[in-house]
Each structure stands twice: as structure tokens, then as C-alpha cells.
């Protein structure tokens, strides 16, 4: 794969996850830790897994970055609680792992293209 | 015609000034609005709710803000003023309509959205999830998307459920705004849809709750059925075998790109499964509502309903089986029974709390007979879009499926609403939607002046009727969705000290007790969900509440709890009983008195708005 085929929204994304769910995770003063949580939790894993799509509409696009991060974080959350697994810290590292994975996807996805 | 006339410079400039007057009515709608909703003092003393308490600014600015909504609405020939303009006006109203009770207190209105609190609350401790505690550990997706949100963010959740229904309505509208964008590429219709979406939406369906979180995915699923996954089909020739099977083979997708299909394929059935993990009701209004859409030809993966079905199956067979051994869910069904417990038992209390309820349905079918008369429009006319009257229509039919608590026909008139408001705009917005503005049109440079200069007065005369007619109908139905709205407001807006008490008897109620509370509407259970077996005065004594008959069943309830029972009366919940008719205007006086006098009863709290009694066993 050629790195350099690979755009920078997908590299600021897949960047962003890992930063953010380290924040996140160590902690911050609340209106900050609210922010960094809810772009890891849902934004950035919506985004993500938006991308993957070929939509074009920008409005069904920031729609579904909102559903698909929801989503996401909901089936998440539930299938941790049914394991007996769940925590919070969890589930902020496995959005993140999902917001890089769908980068990685993507970054595939442009180095075909 | 005029919709295809450029507006001349001196009336764009014109335009822009009066763009920037409709924005500034916002500003001035919502200080007003919010001025005189915070003066409204809690506890509200009108069984009339909050319609009766709200000073006059507050009314003002309703009018504002529709009169500057339908100005921008008219916009000029062009078309109406600018997105941003339109957007901002939409979030006056949401903020003027859904948080207006924020505005008067800061405790979240009713109890629901409390006991959900206690229920995120109770999974984040345990950790796992055990469905033999009741109904919502069968469907704990949106609690479990609750507790991680609540933990991870650390924001405050009595501050979140405040605002919920404002955070509802801003996820409603946004998928609202997309999905209207496949059924009509008029911007005034969508527009005026969202308004009047906001505007029927007395359902009180927007706090803290699953059905808030499983109408937003069910409103994006539809969207997605409406857009890349739509079809498209060809003229109908009859119900003969071999017309419906060559209809069906003749249909096409309507999204060229197979790859993009794919993804929103995928995407719906993500949202699907959530919806279904998550509420028990909206996976059977999204059933409903695929098959239709499907078996009209609209849709393009035609085995989308029997995946549903599959998804919803496996559901209720597994992880919720525990809760549907208990409650078989077609056990209450029938066209009487839901009658009964949806409309019949609603119609009884006070007057005032007649009229609101009363005033409900006339919101409901105001709204429908406005949605009736634009489908008959649209249909003489040969624009009648099937895919609106079916999604608008299709939800009744599970009316007599379940009498969900008496509260079906709520479930079903707000599924219906964003269709039912589109449809009404065929109605309230002239056939040619640019008709609602002759700004910027020009007269013909030829002859006949004289007759062109009348014939341009006339269209500005019935432009501004029709501008006029509008405005009128919206604020009259901004009146109505507070009225019924609101309506409860006298026991479902909580007083400080009734918060207090709750907090006073989770302090003195040991692990393990049971807390009775005299009636629903009950700011409890945040906290300790599982600690407690938790009962109403009202659930106990069923019909007859009264002091003799009652007094030993409560009683004996409490003693009986090995350890020890905590009981609470609050205002809230007497008003609830008196406003609904189950009890008398003397409250639960005489029946305190009775239990006050009983072997191991005391007080241990109280204040202006509650009692606190500790029995022990």
C-alpha cells in the first residue's frame, strides 16, 4: 500500500482516535473530558465508518456519522454488558480501535483507487 | 412562472435586510420566550399546566417567531431566505417549545426520565445484564449506550436528561431534514414540514427514554430506504398475477452505484439490530413501515422486511424471552381494548385536565384533516407521492395490536407525524410554492398595463392571505402543543423540595427495603435502582384508595419487608391522582393520619411539598 495515495482526513482521523482515547482515557477537567469523550466515543467512529460508504449527499453524510457513531457505540456498550466486560475505559479503547480499523479500511480503499 | 424570474438587485438588497429582520425576530422570540418562562415558579398550581402560568412575552414571542418563520418562508420569487436563516429560525423554536420547561426549573420533568438514570446507573455497577429484573434489562441497548456516555463524558445526568428533549428534537429534525429531501425538492415544503413537525409534537415523546433514541435510528432508516436504497417502479397496470409479477421484475434501483447500495444496506442493518435491542415497540413501527414501502416497489433490497422479521425473532427469543414469559405480547390486543385504555380512560378528571387532553386529540386531528385534504389535493392534482400516505397511514395498524399501557395511540400519531406534516403542506402551501411570494416577480413590459397592474394586485392580495393564513395556523398550533404538551405540568414539573425528600428517603431507606411512593409521577429511583423494591400507594390499593380499605394493604406491605419500608407522599404525586380523577381534592391526609397512628410508623422528613415515614417491620 502506497502511503502516500492515502488522504489526510483518513490519517487526521486515525490520528485523532489514538490521541483522543488516550486523553480520554488519563483524563481531563470535565467540559474537556465531554468533548474529547463524545468525538471518541461517536464522531470520529461515525465518521470513520461513514467514509467507508460511497455517499456523496453531505447532509445524509453528517447524518450518518451521528447514527453510525451511536450505533456503533450502543452495540458496543450492550455486548460488553451481555460478556460481563464492560467499562467505560473499555469501550472508549474499542472505538478506537474501530475508528482506525475503518481507517485502515478506507486508506485500502483509496490506495486502490 | 415566477419561480423562474431573477430577482432584481434592489430587491435582493431589500431581501437582505429583511432576511436579517427575521433573524433578529428569533433573538427577540427567544429572550422573550425564555424571559418570561423563567419567571414561572414551580410548583405550577393550574390543572390547566403550563399554558395557564405563562405570562403574556412568552406568548408574544410564539407570534414573532411564527409571523418572522412564514416571512422568511416567502422569501421571493427565488425562493425562500437563506439556510441559515431558515435553520436558526428552527432552533428558536425547538428551544421555545422543547425547553421551555428548562427554562422554568432545573430538575427534568417527570419521572421516566429519572428511573432510566437509575437504570444506566444500575448496569454500570453491575456490569452484566440480568433480564429477570424487569422490562428494560430484556432491551438494555440505549442504557447501555447511557452508562458508557454518562461514565466516559462525566457530564452531569440530571443536566442531560433537562435538556434531552431539545437534544431529541435536534436529532428528530436532522433526520427529518434529510428524508424530506428525497420526497420533495421543494425547500418550502421541507421547511414548513419541520415546522410543522415541531408544532404537532405534544407527544412528550423526547426525554431521556429508549423510544427518543429508537425513533431517531428509525427516522435515519427511512431515510436510507427513501435515498440510496430506493427504487424505482414502473406505472401499475393492475392486479392481475402476470401485471404484478412483470411490475415487480420492471422495477430499478435508483442509485446507480452498486457499491454505495451496498454500504447503506449494511448501515440499515446496523440500525436495525439497535433498534431492536433497544426499544419494543419501534423495531414493529420500522417492520411496518419497510414492508409497505417495499411491497409498494420503493424499495430496492426487497427481502429487507423478512430480515427484520428474522433479526426480531431471534431477539425475542433469546435475549428477551425472559421479559415475554411473563407478558405474552398479544394477550391485550384487540380494536375495544385499545379504545379503552387509549382513549376512554384518558377522558376523566379534573375539567381543566379534560380540556388538555381534549385539546390533544383536537391537535391530532387537526393535523390529520389537514394531511386528508392536502393527499386529496395532491391526488387530483397527480402528484400524490403513495411512499407518504403509506408512512403516514401505517402505523395505525398497530392500534389494535397492543394497548401498550394506554399509550399507543401516542406511539402511533408521533411515528405518523413527520408524514402527516409533509402531507398537511400540500394544503397550507399554495400548488406552486413560489405563489406564497410575489416579491422580486416582474410585470410584463408590453401593453395592457392597466390590466396587469390588477391582475398583480390580486396575486398580491391572495399571496399575502395565504402568507397571512399560514402564520395564523402556526401559531394557533404553537398555542395547542403547549396546551397539551405542557399539560400535565401541575405533577409532572417537580418542586426542590420534593427532590429533596427523594434524596432524604434514598438516605434512610437500608439496602434491601421496600419504598412506596403514593403515585407514579415520582422523582425517584435515580440512584440504587436495585437496592429497592419499590411500590405505589396507588399500584397497591388499585381502585379503591380509600383510607380503610388502603390504610392495612399499605400498612402491611411496609411491615411485611423484612427490612423495613420507607413511604413518601409529595405534592406531585397527590395532584397527579386529584387531576386524573382517581382520588379527591383532600389528598392522602386522612390516610397519613390512619398510618401516622400505627405501631412502628414514624416521620422522619418533611417539608412544604413532602412527607417521609419510616415503618419497620
Known amino acids: 500500500m502506497n502511503i502516500g495515495s492515502i488522504s489526510r482526513l483518513t490519517l487526521a482521523l486515525g490520528l485523532s482516535a489514538v490521541a483522543l482515547s488516550l486523553i480520554t482515557l488519563v483524563g481531563l477537567p470535565t467540559p474537556l473530558q465531554t468533548i474529547a469523550a463524545i468525538a471518541v466515543l461517536v464522531l470520529l467512529p461515525g465518521q470513520a465508518l461513514a467514509r467507508l460508504t460511497q455517499v456523496t449527499d453531505i447532509a445524509l453524510g453528517a447524518l450518518l456519522v451521528l447514527a453510525l457513531g451511536l450505533a456503533a457505540l450502543t452495540v458496543v456498550s450492550t455486548a460488553m454488558f451481555y460478556l460481563a466486560v464492560w467499562s467505560w475505559q473499555a469501550c472508549v479503547v474499542s472505538m478506537g480501535v474501530i475508528t482506525v480499523l475503518a481507517c485502515m479500511a478506507r486508506a485500502r480503499q483509496e490506495a486502490t483507487t | 412562472m415566477t419561480g423562474t424570474l431573477e430577482a432584481t438587485t434592489r430587491t435582493k438588497e431589500r431581501w437582505k435586510s429583511r432576511e436579517a429582520w427575521c433573524a433578529l425576530a428569533g433573538v427577540v422570540s427567544l429572550a422573550l420566550a425564555v424571559g418570561a418562562a423563567s419567571t414561572v415558579t414551580a410548583p405550577v398550581d393550574n390543572d390547566l399546566g403550563l399554558v395557564a402560568v405563562l405570562p403574556y412575552p412568552f406568548w408574544a414571542g410564539v407570534l414573532i417567531l411564527n409571523v418572522a418563520f412564514v416571512v422568511a418562508l416567502r422569501g421571493d420569487a427565488a425562493g425562500p431566505a437563506r439556510r441559515p436563516v431558515m435553520i436558526w429560525l428552527v432552533v428558536v423554536l425547538v428551544l421555545v417549545l422543547f425547553g421551555t420547561a428548562a427554562f422554568v426549573t432545573d430538575i427534568p ?5 429519572f428511573r432510566h438514570l437509575g437504570i444506566a446507573d444500575a448496569l454500570s455497577h453491575t456490569q452484566g445484564i440480568d433480564p429477570d429484573i424487569d422490562g428494560y434489562f430484556n432491551w438494555p441497548g440505549f442504557f447501555a449506550l447511557l452508562s458508557t456516555v454518562l461514565r ?20 428528530w429534525l436532522a433526520a427529518l431534514a434529510v428524508l424530506t429531501g428525497y420526497l420533495t425538492r421543494d425547500p418550502r415544503r421541507r421547511y414548513l414540514a419541520l415546522w410543522l413537525f415541531c408544532l404537532g409534537n405534544w407527544q412528550d415523546q423526547d426525554y431521556l427514554s429508549p423510544q427518543a433514541f429508537g425513533f431517531f435510528l428509525h427516522l435515519v432508516v427511512i431515510a436510507l430506504l427513501l435515498g440510496p436504497l430506493a427504487a424505482r417502479a ?48 419501534t423495531p414493529f413501527m ?22 427484520t422479521i428474522v433479526v426480531l425473532t431471534l431477539w425475542l427469543a433469546y435475549p428477551a424471552s425472559a421479559y415475554l414469559l411473563g407478558h405474552p405480547p398479544l394477550a391485550d390486543a384487540g ?156 405533577y409532572d414539573v417537580f418542586t426542590h423540595d420534593e427532590i429533596d425528600a427523594v434524596a432524604a428517603m434514598q438516605r434512610l431507606a437500608p439496602p434491601g427495603s421496600a419504598i412506596i411512593s403514593a403515585a407514579h409521577p415520582t422523582p ?64 392522602f391526609s386522612e390516610l397519613e393520619k390512619w398510618l401516622g397512628a400505627q405501631n412502628g410508623v414514624e416521620l422522619v422528613f418533611s417539608n412544604v411539598d413532602a412527607r417521609v415515614y419510616r415503618v419497620t417491620p
Open chain 2, 335 to 490: 380494536l375495544e381494548a385499545a379504545t379503552e385504555a387509549n382513549v376512554l380512560d384518558r377522558v376523566r378528571g379534573t375539567d381543566g385536565h379534560v380540556l388538555v387532553v381534549q385539546v390533544r386529540a383536537l391537535l391530532t386531528l387537526v393535523l390529520w384533516g389537514l394531511a386528508a385534504a392536502g393527499a386529496w389535493r395532491d391526488w387530483r392534482r397527480g402528484r400524490l407521492d403513495i411512499r407518504v400516505v403509506l408512512l403516514a397511514v401505517t402505523p395505525l395498524l398497530l392500534f389494535p395490536a397492543q394497548v401498550y399501557g394506554g399509550e399507543m395511540l401516542i406511539r402511533v400519531s408521533l411515528f405518523a407525524l413527520p408524514f402527516i406534516a409533509l402531507q398537511a403542506c400540500s394544503v397550507l402551501l399554495p400548488t406552486d410554492g413560489s405563489k406564497l411570494s410575489t416579491v422580486g416577480s416582474k410585470l410584463p413590459a408590453d401593453g395592457s398595463k392597466r390590466r396587469s397592474y390588477l391582475a398583480a394586485d390580486d396575486s398580491k392580495r391572495r399571496s399575502y392571505l395565504a402568507a397571512g393564513g399560514l402564520a395564523l395556523t402556526c401559531v394557533l398550533l404553537a398555542v395547542l402543543t403547549v396546551t397539551g404538551r405542557f399539560g400535565n405540568a401541575r
Open chain 2, 524 to 587: 425517584w429511583r435515580s440512584e440504587a435502582y436495585l437496592d429497592h423494591r419499590s411500590r405505589t400507594i396507588e399500584d397497591l390499593c388499585r381502585s379503591d384508595l380509600s383510607t380503610a380499605r388502603c390504610g392495612p394493604l399499605v400498612y402491611d406491605y411496609a411491615r411485611r419487608s423484612t427490612a423495613g419500608a420507607v413511604l413518601l407522599i409529595t405534592r406531585s404525586s397527590e395532584a397527579s391522582l386529584v387531576l386524573q380523577g382517581v382520588r379527591g381534592a383532600g389528598g
Open chain 2, 234 to 281: 414502473p406505472q401499475f397496470r393492475g392486479f392481475r398475477r402476470a401485471d404484478l409479477a412483470a411490475w415487480w421484475r420492471g422495477r430499478s434501483p435508483a442509485e446507480p452505484r452498486p457499491g454505495y447500495r451496498v454500504g447503506a444496506l449494511v448501515i440499515t442493518l446496523l440500525l436495525i439490530t439497535v433498534i431492536v435491542a433497544s426499544h419494543q415497540l
Open chain 2, 152 to 171: 466516559a463524558t462525566g457530564l452531569d445526568p440530571v443536566a442531560l436528561a433537562l435538556w434531552a428533549p431539545v437534544l431529541n428534537m435536534g436529532l
Open chain 2, 286 to 307: 420500522l417492520l411496518i413501515g419497510v414492508t409497505a414501502l417495499t411491497l409498494s416497489g420503493r424499495v430496492w433490497p426487497s427481502r429487507l422486511p423478512l430480515i
Open chain 2, 109 to 113: 420533568r417527570g419521572e421516566i426520565a
